[in-house]
């Protein structure tokens, strides 16, 4: 489905690349956990999977095929949706017009001008049913709990109808008990939904938990890619050094 064939990035200024160059690749349906420590990698990767990070090296394939136009770029990454560390949301507005903003990607520059059609704001509300959230739909998103917003940044994700989602550190500001809610929250919807699902973590733990395959990066080198029960003391010790 998505291919990384050598694909590396350099931040402009570093001496170092960021991401060594890589070749991976991701299958529908899939959950697969980013894990390593701060600094490894994996946020350097996961947007570059989205191309929000452009390559400095290699290329990325969607379906087999490169993204060469605006508007196979505007597509994939509408079908690529993001949930952020640290929400990325609205504060000041309510939870319903967060999570329509999942639905931008559908609509011309001209037309975002405009209110959002009403199929669009059914989609948005069930969307937010699907988190817990209907109850707190028009409430502003500055009066919720941590957890509770970052259930709005996945029914945001979910608005935008999306084959794939990547999540960035997406529990790394949460007590554990909020971290196990939401992280069981998104795999339950991705498994119902037959959604990839890309998570960068460097919680151990929760990897085991939730993990059906493991990259596992360290200096922007994958070191592992396979199961967790492939995944040995040694290899760990080297990947948190």
């Known amino acids: 489905m998505i291919q990384l064939q050598q694909l590396s990035v350099t931040y402009p200024g570093a001496a170092q690349p960021a991401l060594l160059p890589t070749s991976l690749s991701f299958q529908q349906g899939e959950l697969v956990v980013l894990l390593g420590a701060s600094g490894a990698g994996k946020s350097t990767l996961l947007r570059a999977i989205n191309l929000l990070n452009q390559p400095s090296s290699g290329e990325l394939l969607v379906e087999g095929r490169r993204i060469k136009s605006a508007r196979a770029l505007r597509r994939h990454r509408r079908n690529s949706a993001m949930v952020f560390q640290q929400h990325q949301l609205l504060l000041q507005y309510s ?23 009403e199929n669009d704001k ?6 937010i049913e699907r988190v817990g959230l209907l109850d707190k739909s028009l409430a502003r998103v500055d009066r ?3 957890g509770q917003q970052q259930r709005v940044g996945i029914a945001r994700a979910l608005a935008q109808q999306p084959k794939v989602i990547l999540a960035d550190e997406p529990v790394a500001s949460l007590d554990p008990a909020t971290a196990r809610q939401v992280l069981t929250l998104l795999h339950d919807i991705c498994k119902e939904d037959g959604l990839t699902a890309i998570v960068s973590l460097h ?8 993990a059906e395959r493991i990259v596992a990066l360290s200096a922007g080198e994958v070191m592992f890619d396979g199961p967790l ?6 290899l760990l010790s080297n990947i948190y050094q």
């Open 95 to 117: 939870v319903l017009h967060n999570v329509l903003l999942g639905r931008l990607g559908y609509y011309s520059s001209l037309r975002t001008l405009l209110p959002m059609s």
């Open 122 to 127: 059914m989609l948005a509300l069930q969307c």
């Open 144 to 146: 919720l709990s941590g």
């Open 203 to 210: 919680q151990l733990n929760y990897a085991k938990e939730f």
């Open 229 to 234: 029960s492939d995944l040995d003391e040694s």
